[in-house]
């Protein structure tokens, strides 16, 4: 497949570049989301694209977004026409990268949930015994399941910045407390069910990230990307086991590669991929997108 390391629409006018996503003006209720072949680690994109990775994040989302609009409305405009929008060349290029969405107002958190103690997490814990300050039980194992899940919330850091972990107190001191509360009961809602179908389906979903955004009259939609390799730590049920960091189906097996290298993590020197790298992480990630959205 060939890649898109970044989109190239004259159609449409571009507001803004991520470090994955392209977004373009529809009108004055709609955007235009197109997800590229880009990848970011350790907020830092990657100057090797992944091709056909952007279709999946595409897709995966509103795979989710529709199984759980009865807990969370979300930015799906399904009404919406591409075709009406873009040149067929225009679509050719984007082959299943776009997708139009509602203009909502995001929410400055990135609404983060816990289920298993590992990453960043595991490393806290070692030296604290608790999570973004949440105390957890003595003698706990890496990768060993929590208690229940914890709801941690995060700032939404600039390009190149690092998102920094925040309290619950300090998330209603940004955002009040109806709203900050409201927040943290929908992501633990959205996490709960989606762990549960996807371990039906063999994954375990470890922690996720969610983001969110609101209307005019403050209504709270789900938005951005949703339970994708590139937001979540997906491991294989079959090969979990207390103790051991699980191999993933995620992104995690490039942050792996990379910290085997000598990289400062700066974004400017950030290393190219191998060939070899390139094709496991897209085999990956069409393994989940299969094992979670394709009928059993």
């Not at 549960?196 to 209504?219: H, M, P, V």
């Not at 995690?252 to 400017?268: A, M, V």
């Amino acid at each position: 497949m060939q890649a898109l390391y970044e989109s190239h629409l004259t159609s449409v006018p571009l507001i803004n570049k991520g470090k994955v996503r392209d977004i373009y003006d529809i009108d004055d209720q709609h955007l235009l989301i197109v997800t590229t072949d880009r990848i970011s680690a350790f907020d830092a994109i990657l100057p090797t694209p992944i091709p056909g990775k952007g279709r999946i994040l595409t897709e995966m989302p509103q795979f989710w977004m529709h199984k759980m609009e009865d807990i969370v409305p979300n930015q799906l405009a399904p009404e919406m026409c591409l075709s009406d929008y873009l040149t067929p060349e225009e679509l050719q290029e984007l082959d299943g990268r776009g997708m139009i969405v509602r203009k909502l107002k995001p929410l400055p958190v990135e609404a983060i949930v816990r289920g298993y103690l590992v990453g960043s997490g595991w490393k806290e814990y070692q030296k604290t015994q608790s999570v973004c300050g949440i105390a957890l039980p003595k003698d706990m194992q890496l990768a060993e399941k929590l208690p229940q899940p914890l709801f941690t919330p995060s700032t939404k850091a600039e390009q190149g910045d690092h998102d920094e972990n925040i309290s619950m107190a300090q998330l209603i001191a940004i955002m009040g407390k109806e709203r900050s509360e409201k927040v943290r009961e929908i992501s633990l809602a959205l996490y709960q069910y989606a762990a549960n179908f996807a371990l039906q389906r063999g994954i375990i979903i470890a922690d996720t990230k969610f983001e969110f955004g609101e209307d005019s009259k403050g209504k709270i939609y789900l938005i951005d990307e949703a339970l994708t390799p590139d937001s979540s730590r997906f491991w294989p049920s079959s090969s979990y086991k207390v103790g051991k960091n699980p191999p993933s189906f995620d992104k995690q097996y490039i942050r792996d590669y990379l910290e085997n290298l000598e990289w400062d993590k700066t974004p400017e020197t950030a290393p190219e991929l191998p060939e070899d790298v390139v094709n496991q992480t897209f085999d990956k990630y069409q393994e989940a997108q299969a094992r979670l959205t394709e009928n059993l």
